[in-house]
């Protein structure tokens, strides 16, 4: 894996990332539920501390470094090994990542129950639609190792 290869992985992910949390926020706008994940993200992986709640920032950096991870995955690992072309490979690594989310992450670390059962009753669609968004705009401009 050359540095060009990994830059261009890494830009793209954070484009995506930035994509996936804009419109978690925004879902309102669209009738659906709104998912905070920075919120979330920074509630989880720091909690509280003397001086009060970590920064919304921390939350918004942990996911963007969360997307690349999955970014590199994606076009070093899993690309390769999935059908059709580079637009339905990254809207199959999306679902992928919707299933894995609603199976582990949000059962295991937010308690909210298989497939958020315990929080809104329409929360499903927005983690599903920002998940494909996510995981089309990988397929789109993301190379593939």
């Known amino acids: 894996m050359s540095l060009a290869f990994f830059i261009h992985v890494s830009a793209v992910g954070i484009l995506a990332t930035y994509v996936h949390l804009i419109f978690a926020l925004w879902a309102p706008r669209y009738g659906m539920p709104r998912i905070d994940l920075p919120r979330g993200m920074t509630q989880l992986t720091f909690g509280d501390s003397f001086e009060g709640p970590a920064p919304y920032s921390w939350g918004i950096f942990v996911i963007h470094m969360n997307g690349i991870v999955f970014a590199l995955l994606y076009a070093t690992v899993v690309a390769p090994l999935l059908p059709g072309d580079l637009f339905v490979r990254g ?26 059962v315990k929080g809104h009753k329409r929360g499903w669609i927005t983690a599903l639609v920002i998940h494909l968004l996510y995981g089309a705009i990988l397929g789109w401009l993301s190379p593939i190792l």
């Open 91 to 116: 809207l199959i690594w999306g679902g992928i990542l919707f299933i894995a989310a609603q199976l582990i992450f949000v059962p295991i670390f937010l308690q909210d129950g298989l497939f958020g």
